[in-house]
Structures are given as C-alpha cells and as structure tokens.
C-alpha cells in the first residue's frame, strides 16, 4: 500500500514532557510537510523538508524540531510540551513542483495534561 | 486577514439535495486543492484543480483563477458525504498549502 503512515495515532502525556512522531511516505515524494490542526480545526504549516533538505519553518517554537533521515521519513520532536501543544499533528507529501497534490497521513492526536 | 476564505461556514442538507461550497482566496495560486476531513479527523484528497473543471465522481470542482475562486459541487448528497471540507491553495511551487477554515456539510437522511 502506497500512503502516508503515521505513527502513534494518539498520544497523552504530561507538561514539561519530551515527544516524538513519526511519520513515513511509500509515494516516492520527495517533499514533506508537518502541519498543526488546533481546537478550532484550523490547519497550519509548521515545516516543510524537500529532499531532506529544511524548506519552509513557520515561526514555530523552538521546541518543536524536525528530523529527516531520508526523504522517505519526517518525524517531528517536541522537548518540554506545553498545554497549547495539544493538537492534531498531520504529516503531508507531495512532488515539488507547481501545482502538485499534498498526500496527508491520518494524523497524530496529542493531548497534553 | 485570512487568505483563504471559505462560504458557507455550515451546511444542512437532505439526502438527495446539491451542495455547492465557494472557496475565495487573496493572492495568486499555483494550486488549490479540495479536502474532505471526516469526522474522525483523516484528511482526503477530494480533488487537485488550479483552473478550470474538473469532476471526479459526485463531485466537479471550477476554479476561475482570474478571479481567485474555486467552487466544489456535491450532487445527489448521500449522509456519508457529512464532514468538513476544505479548500487550500499552494502559492510557494509546493512547498507550503494555505488553508481555509472550511465548510461544515451535515446531511440529514
């Protein structure tokens, strides 16, 4: 199966916490994406990767860092979570160029106690 | 302000009924592309359209670039169509989507 996986599917943890999430593209992209769904459901981009190479960074906070091992794989880490970090955590790819179509995984639920 | 201003924030349908969704946005666009959110959360791609129609099933989306809209037309309305949907547009050669806050469908059976 070709797809967007990402792992866990949930996740609840406490203030102050360090995070990690996963996530990995089987559709030969060789862009990738994080993007955060807050309460109000509204969707936002935190990183793009093209190539595993740090594209786009939008004003995130330091405590969120992407990694990328290849451009197959985007995991996403979070050192010290905060209560305005609960969100779902969705990783996207797509092929670089104009008019492309992002793939999206199903999502990764944090809720932060 | 928001670039990409979707109407109407809400919808209620009966089953059988058309829907049609608008999608406006403040810049120029390499690629807008229709999303289905469904209640779980697992966001689909419904449809990849930066101009023209384009149709796909039960669904024809028009987008007139000039005029910085997009439209998504639902036909003969089935509950399973229930959900958000939302329109994004790309304006970065496919390096970041900018998205609406989407339209909430509701069909009643």
């Known amino acids: 199966e070709t797809a967007v996986f990402q792992t866990p599917n949930y996740h609840v943890t406490q203030v102050g916490n360090e995070v990690s999430f996963n996530c990995k593209q089987t559709l030969g992209h060789d862009t990738m994406y994080w993007y955060k769904q807050d309460s109000k459901k509204l969707l936002k981009i935190m990183f793009s990767?093209?190539?595993?190479?740090?594209?786009v960074n939008e004003t995130v906070p330091r405590r969120f860092s992407p990694q990328s091992s290849d451009k197959a794989h985007l995991n996403l880490r979070i050192k010290s979570v905060e209560p305005e970090d609960s969100a779902v955590y969705l990783c996207?790819?797509?092929?670089?160029?104009?008019?492309?179509?992002?793939?999206f995984g199903k999502g990764t639920r944090l809720t932060v106690v | 302000g928001q670039q990409v201003q979707q109407s109407p924030a809400s919808l209620v349908l009966q089953e059988g009924e058309n829907a049609e969704l608008q999608c406006n946005f403040s810049?120029?666009?390499?690629?807008l592309q229709w999303f289905y959110q469904s209640p779980g959360g697992s966001l689909v791609s419904l449809l990849s359209n930066p101009s023209g129609t384009k149709h796909t099933g039960r669904l024809t989306s028009t987008t007139v670039t000039k005029e910085r809209r997009s439209s998504l037309h639902i036909s003969s309305s089935q509950t399973t169509d229930s959900g958000t949907y939302l329109c994004?547009?790309?304006?970065?050669?496919?390096?970041?989507?900018?998205f609406g806050t989407g339209t909430s469908l509701l069909v009643d059976p």
């Open positions: 994004a547009i790309d304006r970065n050669m496919g390096y970041k989507l900018t």
């Open positions: 996207a790819s797509s092929k670089r160029r104009a008019g492309t179509e992002v793939f």
């Open positions: 990767y093209n190539n595993k190479q740090l594209i």
């Open positions: 810049s120029t666009a390499t690629q």
